[in-house]
């Protein structure tokens, strides 16, 4: 069955460090999304990505996040200069072009010490 | 804006039914959806239902859809010590991303 992808599982940085974190999407789907839970809170909408742009994105997504496909397979989100605040665990998740239902990766946990 | 709620805790015995509520805010929403997450994994898509239906049962689960109440729950017949987990209700609202509740931890008691 396809899958969403996600790498890193699990990084640890320094507060202010870039953080990129990487989605390999489900070949045939074309919405592409970034949740985020912090830990025992419920998993919040960061950004959605079509057709190489945001379509949509959250108060959330300042000026520290960017998202990006550069090479047409890994869909990736970066954070510029990390905080404290933004250790959580992020999804990836990729739309059923004809259902809409979403697919999530495992995660990638981001600890920012 | 949309929102989601849930029970946060539900606790029953090995073999018993688990039922999970959530209530919705939505009337737009097409598709409503349950997922399961187990600590430290990923979220599962364990089943969904399109709007225009009231019931859907999938092996041991069952979803039913109270529309006028925005009313949805999930049923686990026969549950298992396998089943505990993290519970999350989400809907849909048209072609806006999707809102997750909180989430319902299932604690299963042998």
């Known amino acids: 069955e396809p899958e969403v992808t996600q790498t890193p599982s699990h990084q640890v940085t320094q507060m202010g460090q870039e953080v990129i974190l990487r989605c390999v999407p489900i070949s045939n789907h074309l919405y592409f999304y970034w949740y985020r839970q912090i830990l025992g809170q419920k998993v919040e909408f960061l950004v959605s990505?079509?057709?190489?742009?945001?379509?949509?994105k959250s108060e959330i997504f300042d000026d520290q996040f960017s998202v990006e496909r550069p090479d047409g397979s890994n869909f990736t989100l970066k954070i510029r200069s990390t905080k404290l605040e933004d250790s959580a665990m992020y999804f990836c998740?990729?739309?059923?072009?004809?259902?809409?239902?979403?697919?999530f990766g495992e995660g990638s946990r981001l600890t920012v010490l | 804006g949309e929102d989601v709620e849930q029970s946060l805790f539900l606790s029953v015995r090995e073999g018993d039914s688990s039922v999970i509520n959530c209530t919705y805010t939505d009337s737009s929403s097409t598709y409503l959806y349950w997922y399961k997450q187990e600590p430290g994994a990923g979220l599962q898509l364990l089943t969904y239902?399109?709007?225009?239906?009231d019931m859907k049962q999938d092996q041991r689960l069952t979803v039913l859809l109270n529309k006028k109440d925005k009313h949805l729950s999930l049923r686990i017949a026969d549950t298992q010590t396998g089943d505990s987990a993290i519970y999350f209700c989400?809907?849909?609202?048209?072609?806006?991303?999707?809102?997750f509740g909180k989430g319902t931890r299932l604690s299963v008691i042998a």
């Open positions: 239902i399109f709007s225009n239906m």
């Open positions: 989400a809907e849909k609202p048209g072609n806006t991303p999707l809102v």
């Open positions: 990505f079509y057709n190489n742009e945001i379509s949509e």
């Open positions: 998740a990729t739309e059923e072009p004809n259902t809409g239902e979403l697919f």
